[in-house]
C-alpha cells in the first residue's frame, strides 16, 4: 500500500497568484497523478509525472498552468499559476502501486 | 475526459436494502477500481477487479465485469446509513499506466 499526503490541505488565494502543492508518499513509486475534482463532479486527471521526465499532460492542461514537479520516487509539486476563480477546486495527487491510491486532496478557493 | 458513465448518478435507499451501480466504458482495460468518497473526503480504495476476472467479493461488496459489454456493477448488500457517500468507478486503458474516473453515484442510505 501507499500513504500519501498533501500540503496544504486548504488554500484561499487572491486571482494572479500562484499556489504550489506538495505531495508526498511513503515507498517509491514509479508513477504519480494529479487529479482536479470540481466541485459535486468527478475527477479530471491532469497530468501524469514521471520522475527524470517532463509530465506527460491530459487535453486540456498546459505546462505554463499547471507546472509540475517530480524530483524524486517519493515527491512530486503542482503548482496552479496565475490563478482564477474558476480554478477553485479540489487537487488530488495520486501514486500508482498495482492499485492506484489518493491524498487527502487540496481544497483551493480563489477569490 | 471521463472513460467511465455511471448509472445511476443518485440513488436513495433504505437501510438494509442493496444498492446496485453500474459503470459503463470504452475501450479496453487492464484493471477497473472502485471508490467511495464520503462529501468533503478523500477517495476511498474498494476493490480492483482485473480484466481476466469475471466477479470479485469484499465483505458486502460484490463487482462484477463483463469485458465484452465493457462494463462493471457495484453491489452493495445490506446498506447502512454510513454507505451514504459518492461511489466512482476507474479503469486504466490498455497501454496506459494512467487512471480515468467514471462519472460517480451519489448513494443515499436513510436510516
Known amino acids: 500500500s501507499a500513504v500519501i499526503s498533501q500540503k496544504p490541505s486548504r488554500d484561499i488565494c487572491q486571482r494572479g497568484t500562484s499556489l504550489t502543492i506538495q505531495c508526498q508518499v511513503d515507498s517509491q513509486v514509479t508513477m504519480m497523478f494529479w487529479y482536479r475534482q470540481q466541485p459535486g463532479q468527478s475527477l479530471t486527471l491532469i497530468a501524469t509525472a514521471n520522475q527524470g521526465s517532463e509530465a506527460t499532460y491530459e487535453s486540456g492542461f498546459v505546462i505554463d498552468k499547471f507546472p509540475i514537479s517530480r524530483p524524486n520516487l517519493t515527491f512530486s509539486t503542482l503548482t496552479v499559476s496565475n490563478m482564477s476563480p474558476e480554478d477553485s477546486s479540489i487537487y488530488l495527487c495520486?501514486?500508482?502501486?498495482?492499485?492506484?491510491?489518493f491524498g487527502p486532496g487540496t481544497r483551493l478557493l480563489v477569490l | 475526459s471521463q472513460q467511465g458513465e455511471e448509472d445511476p448518478q443518485a440513488l436513495s435507499i433504505q437501510e438494509g436494502e442493496n444498492a446496485t451501480m453500474n459503470c459503463s466504458y470504452k475501450?479496453?482495460?487492464?484493471?477497473l477500481q472502485w471508490y467511495r468518497q464520503n462529501s468533503g473526503r478523500g477517495l476511498v480504495h474498494l476493490i480492483l477487479i482485473r480484466s481476466n476476472e469475471r466477479e470479485k467479493h469484499s465483505g458486502r461488496l460484490r463487482v462484477t465485469l463483463d469485458t465484452s459489454k465493457k462494463s462493471s456493477s457495484l453491489l452493495i448488500t445490506a446498506s447502512r446509513a454510513a454507505d451514504t457517500a459518492s461511489y466512482f468507478c476507474a479503469t486504466d486503458a490498455k497501454g496506459y499506466q494512467k487512471v480515468t474516473f467514471g462519472t460517480g453515484t451519489k448513494l443515499q442510505v436513510i436510516p
Open positions: 495520486s501514486a500508482r502501486k498495482e492499485t492506484q491510491y
Open positions: 475501450t479496453s482495460i487492464n484493471n
